[in-house]
């Protein structure tokens, strides 16, 4: 499995992970390691196997559609970097480039 | 005074001869004396205790046949467990200084119950590790051998335990965090069936694969404990409504008639000698008890390792998009809020969460996802059927928990040599069946642990078969320096 370091970049973008170049650097040689062993997942017969999202059997689970005492502001806000009191501050998305 | 199980302390504190209060005294001096040397606590909740201890002396005055085995009993909790405005970290920087706005149910199950809470226990960054070297916050020392680790990625929830300091500690197993490290540090540690323990508070790594569980010094108490955080909780809707069995009830019913299956894959190359030799000893512990012993097949096994790595990863990806730097934990302020997101996480993260992150986004990318995350998805019914074709054989597996003793610091920096410590838990996880570490022995004074699994909602099976071995033998009285030292 070779994996570039433009996949690496990539991966790391969608990730929204800052990485320095040897970060980068090394964890492309980790990655292609675990990439490597995994590969044989590809030899296993699953054609008749359906997909397991999850063990439980459970379907559906709704609560009553009865209103409860909200967490409250004082409490959301407790751990937050920045807030005006009342609201999560954070720098302006508008204008600020994103991504591909 | 050793250290005393639960059950001996509750009935100690109702003929009168502790209170609360000294036994939360012993803890916390015996915590200051061993900190240095374990690292086990990220943090000691010290008021919460005396306030909790002085609430469960009123409880145990005022209701003394009614009041909880576990009121006034002090312990420890792994630092993934939200605690109303008590320090929070899941061992990591990106959390220092988090202070949860609630508290996790099976927590609030224990204070309700009159539990003391002593402190939160240091572990692998978000619990992923197998070693607790992951840490941002230092590695812990294994009781028994402080140059080595405890397991992880509950490694000081299994420390504390084992040096003595509390009776019990929950954890967290999302691949065997639990019953990996109480096999290395000579205790119980007990993962139940996906959806039996509420996961609402518990800081999620991998949400279809992570369930809490404690950690004890006999089946007995780790009984005790399941059941009094297991059962319903509408706040989680991956909770089972199905009545929890009383494990206690079918405690003492012995092994005589049982089939236990041997997996023959469990016991290969990667196992050490001495590893082998102690879990075989317990079979046939087992099989002079009555115990029918057979060989039986898991042929996914080598593969299993392989679909955690992806779906783990996957799931943890997801579940730590979270930390942003916008509502909780820390932030790197940049110009761009791009950057701002991509400094928060590159300063915020350790490797190992880094490594986990990129794998599972890599594997859930575009392009790739069919032939990873799809395919892991589809292996992982293979295995659950594997396990449902064994248990229409036999009434549950019998195992080693880990592939080796506790191993010394540092000697694993290679990712995959690390995560192989899981191969023979990781796939009670995959299937969401229950699975119990129980001590079975010392390679060279170091502990060896035998797993019990059983099949979904029979926990009540694995610990029978856990508490017949166990009172058959002494592993589990015997004690690391640490709490010998106690005495």
Known sequence: MTLSRAEVDHVATLARLGLSDAEKDRLLGELEAILDHIERLQRVDTSTLAETAQVGDLVNVLRADVPEAPIGAAAALRNAPATDGSYFVVGAIQGTELDA | ?487
Request: proline residues 7%.
């Open chain 2, 1 to 487: 005074m050793t250290p005393r199980t639960i059950t001996e302390l509750a009935a100690a504190l109702r003929d009168g001869s502790t209170t609360p209060r000294t036994l939360l005294d012993a803890a916390l001096a015996h915590v200051d004396r061993t900190e240095q040397d374990l690292n086990a606590y990220l943090a000691v909740t010290r008021e919460l205790g005396y306030m909790q201890a002085d609430a469960a002396s009123h409880m145990l005055e005022e209701h003394p046949d009614t009041a909880s085995p576990l009121c006034g009993i002090p312990m420890a909790l792994k630092d993934v467990l939200c605690v109303d405005g008590i320090d929070t970290t899941a061992g990591s920087k990106i959390l220092r200084g988090f202070k949860p706005p609630y508290t996790s149910t099976a927590v609030q199950r224990l204070f309700d119950a009159g539990a003391v809470c002593v402190g939160k226990t240091n572990c692998d960054e978000f619990a992923m590790g197998s070693s607790t070297e992951n840490s941002a916050y230092g590695p812990v020392g294994n009781p028994w051998d402080i140059e080595r680790v405890p397991g992880g990625s509950s490694g000081g929830s299994a420390a504390t335990v084992a040096a003595g300091s509390v009776p019990y500690s929950l954890g967290s197993d999302t691949g065997g965090s639990i019953r990996q490290p109480a096999a290395l540090t000579g205790v119980v540690g007990f993962k139940p069936t996906y959806g039996r323990i509420s996961r609402y508070g518990l800081i999620a790594f991998a949400s279809s694969l992570d369930q809490i569980g404690p950690f004890t010094r006999t089946v007995e108490d780790c009984a005790l404990v399941y059941t009094t955080i297991a059962g319903h909780d509408p706040r989680d809707s991956t909770s089972d409504p199905r009545a929890v069995d009383d494990p206690l009830a079918s405690l003492h019913a012995g092994v005589a008639g049982m089939r236990l299956g041997i997996p023959r894959e469990y016991l290969g190359e990667g196992t050490e000698p001495g590893v082998r030799d102690a879990v075989q000893a317990a079979f046939r512990v087992l099989e002079a008890q009555g115990a029918t012993l057979q060989e039986v097949s898991l042929p996914s096994t080598d593969v299993a390792l392989s679909v955690y790595y992806i779906i783990a990863p996957a799931e943890c990806s997801s579940n730590l998009a979270r930390y942003d730097g916008v509502r909780f934990g820390s932030r790197v302020e940049r110009p761009s809020l791009t950057d701002t997101y991509l400094q928060t996480r590159g300063v915020g993260f350790g490797n190992e969460v880094k490594r986990r992150v990129m794998l599972g986004t890599y594997a859930l990318s575009s392009g790739y996802y069919d032939a990873y995350y799809r395919q892991a998805q589809k292996v992982r019914t293979l295995v659950s059927q594997e396990f449902e074709a064994v248990f229409k054989e036999v009434d549950a597996i019998v195992c080693p928990t880990s592939p080796s003793v506790a191993f010394p610091m540092g000697s694993r920096d290679d990712p995959l040599s690390m995560y192989m410590c899981d191969v023979v838990t990781l796939p009670a996880n995959l299937a969401g069946i229950p699975g119990i570490s129980v001590p079975c022995g010392f390679v060279d004074g170091l502990p060896v642990g035998l797993q019990v699994i059983a099949p979904r909602f029979e926990d009540a099976r694995v610990m029978r078969v856990a508490h017949a071995y166990e009172q058959a033998t002494d592993f589990h009285a015997q004690l690391s320096p640490y709490a010998s030292a106690a005495a």
